[in-house]
């Protein structure tokens, strides 16, 4: 099978990495990372490669930029709600029947006041 232009071969990479981010498959971008990086090297000693060719392939590093973004977004908000979860959240103050103060979960006081 013939070897692929860079550009193409970026383009076509480039799209393999939008699909990854978009189902998740995050173990699969240091691979692609790696491969994208040996055919920017392979891009550079070549001639001048057409102006259209390199903005569509710029757009489309920018979309999987924004994608990449977003996800990294995603795993930090749900690493912060599993160990809030962990932790058992935070305290939850109600009253008894009494109308007696009570905290429910989260870290009691260390000193309890008592009017």
């Keep these: ?5 860079p550009i193409t071969a970026l383009w076509r990479l480039l799209k393999e990495e939008r699909m990854a981010l978009l189902s998740g498959d995050l173990p699969a971008l240091p ?3 790696a491969r994208k990086e ?8 070549g001639g001048a490669p057409e102006t259209a060719a390199l903005d569509r392939l710029r757009k489309a590093a920018e979309d ?3 994608l990449l973004e977003a996800a990294l977004k995603g ?3 749900a690493r912060a709600h ?7 959240g935070p305290p939850l103050s109600t009253y008894d029947a009494k109308g007696h103060a009570e905290i429910h979960g ?3 006081p260390s000193v309890e006041r008592r009017a």
């Design 1 to 5: 099978m013939p070897s692929l232009d």
């Design 31 to 33: 691979g692609l990372i």
């Design 38 to 45: 040996r055919l920017l090297d392979d891009l550079r000693p």
């Design 64 to 66: 999987n930029q924004r």
């Design 75 to 77: 795993v930090r908000a």
């Design 82 to 88: 599993l160990e809030t979860a962990r932790s058992g």
């Design 106 to 108: 989260g870290a009691r």
